[in-house]
């Protein structure tokens, strides 16, 4: 991904498409380990080859984040019942990332005007350890930190999780 003459370009969010898929795997996977070097492959993840039947279906969508025709961002709901979702594969290409371009702003917004849009009243999410820029930005945006026995039991924790989040959604 040639990314370095895109750097000062504005990224849209539009709707996951089959297209993108080869892409948005290899976005993922590279910023987890590559950059954060988590013992993780796309094995361990089928829901990337599985995006429209994981993701997009009830109250539960996937986006990417389009910088010309380069996939620079992902953001994920999975609807879990209960008028809940789960926050997953929120990922931003480091060009992308910080004030500058907004993009991982842009992207949770989208997200949350998602959730409002439906009367989804609760997104629970769960990161890793190293991840600690994305924890103080779901801090940052009103993610209050919780017990992993404090989830729903119909959040489904992913094996790598350690630290877990809550977002109320306040009409």
Known sequence: MHLNKCRFMDARIVPWEKKYEDAVINLILSIQRNEFHISITEEDQ?????????????????????SEQNVVGTIAL??????????????????????????ANKM???????CIQRNIKDIYLGTVE??????RFYEKNGFEKLEKQELPSNF?????????????IAK
């Open 108 to 114: 949770l917004r989208t997200g949350i005007d998602w």
């Open 78 to 103: 999975v609807d879990i019942g209960y008028q809940q979702v789960a926050l997953r594969k929120m990922f931003i290409h480091k060009n992308f990332r910080g004030s500058f371009h907004s993009l």
């Open 130 to 135: 190293v991840l600690k820029a994305a924890q």
């Open 156 to 168: 489904p924790v992913m094996g790598v999780d350690t630290i877990f989040y809550h977002l109320s």
């Open 46 to 66: 089928p829901d990337l080859r599985s995006v429209k039947e994981f993701y997009m279906h009830d109250n539960g969508n996937f986006w990417i984040a389009l």
